[in-house]
């Protein structure tokens, strides 16, 4: 039973990252690439957390996956701002639609 | 830190070396070779985290914000997903200038990471009191999006909200 719904969350978790991927391909400029990696790869790494969690039905696991996912979820965000600012006041034009 | 504060700074600091230390040890699995890497880095931790700050942190409000955050990043997550898989013409993507309210360091670095985690919007840069945002969709009201996060920060750090 948990293990089915473990499986679930893990290939929802896969799914978003793969989107993430396609956004950071697909997306025309730094900036719109930066969304989809913090916010679909940061969303996919906490359904495959919770999945392996559900997986190995183990409470110091369970807290060890979600220390990591919040640890994960930090520097990405960190980052991201990091990446985004230095852009800015390298002069990096957001692309704008037609 | 107070001249006065001898006591209660030392039961602080214990306080974080224990916190810290549960960290290291639920990550490292209790192997007592990783307090190799472990010691230096709670070490290193407290020296980089010395700073201390004016006006405390309501714990109370943290499940409440924890919650939202929560739904935020499921909401941005899967916004995110769709216009990656999605048409071009999804994107409407430009930088939004937003006046900050809030003064408090602690509440504005806070701001700038959860922003960027909720749907829609990226902190590109502060420039003193402004925010620079990078929003995917301009036809959404990101400046209420952020004036709503800016309220929700604002409970948890109080007393720096009301200054």
């Known amino acids: 039973m948990f293990d089915a719904l473990g499986l679930i969350f893990a290939a929802a978790g896969v799914a978003l990252f793969v989107a993430g991927t396609a956004g950071l391909l697909r997306f025309p400029d730094l900036y719109t690439r930066l969304h989809a990696l913090t916010k679909a790869d940061t969303l996919g790494l906490g359904l495959v957390c919770v999945g392996a969690a559900l997986h190995w039905g183990d409470p110091l696991i369970a807290l060890k996956l979600g220390l990591i996912w919040l640890l994960v979820m930090a520097s990405s965000t960190v980052l991201a701002h990091l990446i985004a600012r230095a852009a800015r006041r390298d002069g990096v034009r957001p692309w704008e639609a037609e | ?163």
């Open chain 2, 1 to 163: 830190m107070g001249v006065a504060a001898g006591a209660p700074a030392w039961s602080g600091l214990a306080v974080r070396v224990l916190a810290l230390a549960a960290l290291w040890a639920v990550m490292g699995g209790g192997s007592l070779g990783s307090w190799v890497v472990g010691a230096p880095a709670i070490a290193l931790a407290l020296y980089l985290s010395r700073r201390r700050f004016s006006g405390g942190v309501c714990w109370r409000a943290l499940p409440g914000f924890a919650g939202f955050m929560l739904r935020e990043m499921v909401l941005g997550g899967a916004q995110a997903a769709l216009i990656a898989l999605g048409p071009r013409r999804l994107l409407r993507p430009g930088l939004v200038r937003f006046d900050l309210r809030l003064r408090g360091e602690r509440a504005r670095v806070l701001m700038i990471d959860c922003t960027s985690l909720t749907p829609g919007t990226l902190s590109a840069d502060l420039e003193g009191d402004v925010l620079w945002v990078h929003a995917l969709d301009l036809g959404r009201p990101v400046s209420a999006g952020c004036r709503r996060m800016e309220r929700r920060i604002a409970t948890l750090f109080p007393e720096e909200a009301k200054a």
